[in-house]
């Protein structure tokens, strides 16, 4: 089942925080975040796996709550460059091929 | 420098006619995948293969062929049985599924059905 994401979309003034959230129905052993600026590929941020081991850009701040099955990735003092589409990808166990179930995505943007 | 490469970007084809899309990976990865994107929507995965000579149908296979004959390649060939097929449509690769990594993906290619 897709996860399902909050907000759908933000504005921002630079400088500004926002939070992105990623809830899912299933039990997950991992969470991908990908941010895809319009019309290019996705550029990958953050997994995060059950148990607490991340993978990432040090810049780059998430969370996984294994019990509520849920990951929010915060934006902190944002730039502009931030803008763009966030997207959670879910993997529900680890024998799975490595396939993900993409949310339908949080459009951000950063102004001035 | 290694990395994912999609051709055409744009391609525009006549309803009732075949097309396939190339994929080509030079990151040495096992696993590879395609992935449809609708206008304001997210990924949505079509096949993805694990090893080379080996797939397997994703969410949204109907209308769709695939093969891997060769490690670094994943063509999708997009039928005339796909009743929607205009879509932008993106190849990932990842270095293998035994551990969790990140899914690298190509620039992608719109396809316009006219």
């Known amino acids: 089942q897709q996860p399902v994401q909050s907000p759908q979309a933000v504005i921002l003034r630079e400088g500004e925080d926002a939070v992105i959230n990623c809830s899912s129905s299933k039990a997950l052993y991992s969470v991908h975040w990908y941010r895809q600026k319009h019309g290019e590929a996705p550029v990958f941020l953050m997994i995060l796996l059950k148990g607490g081991e991340q993978k990432g850009h040090e810049k780059i701040s998430a969370s996984f709550n294994e019990k509520k099955q849920q990951s929010s990735l915060y934006l902190t003092a944002s730039q502009l460059s931030y803008s763009g589409t966030y997207f959670c990808?879910?993997?529900?166990?680890?024998?799975?091929?490595?396939?993900?179930?993409f949310g339908q995505g949080t459009e951000l943007s950063v102004k001035p | 420098d290694g990395g994912i490469t999609q051709s055409p970007k744009y391609l525009f084809r006549k309803e009732g006619q075949n097309v396939t899309l190339s994929c080509e990976q030079n990151?040495?990865?096992?696993?590879m995948y395609w992935y449809r994107q609708d206008p304001g929507q997210g990924l949505r995965l079509i096949y993805y293969?694990?090893?080379?000579?080996?797939?397997q149908k994703g969410d949204i296979a109907e209308g769709y062929s695939v093969s891997r004959e060769k490690k670094e390649s994943f063509p999708l060939t997009v039928t005339s049985a796909q009743k929607n097929p205009t879509a932008f449509y993106l190849c990932?690769?990842?270095?293998?599924?035994?551990?969790?990594?990140?899914?690298?993906f190509g620039p992608g290619t719109r396809l316009t059905v006219l």
């Open positions: 990151l040495n990865h096992d696993a």
């Open positions: 990932a690769s990842r270095v293998g599924v035994l551990e969790v990594n990140e899914q690298f």
């Open positions: 293969s694990q090893i080379v000579n080996d797939f």
């Open positions: 990808g879910t993997e529900s166990s680890y024998n799975q091929g490595g396939k993900l179930i």
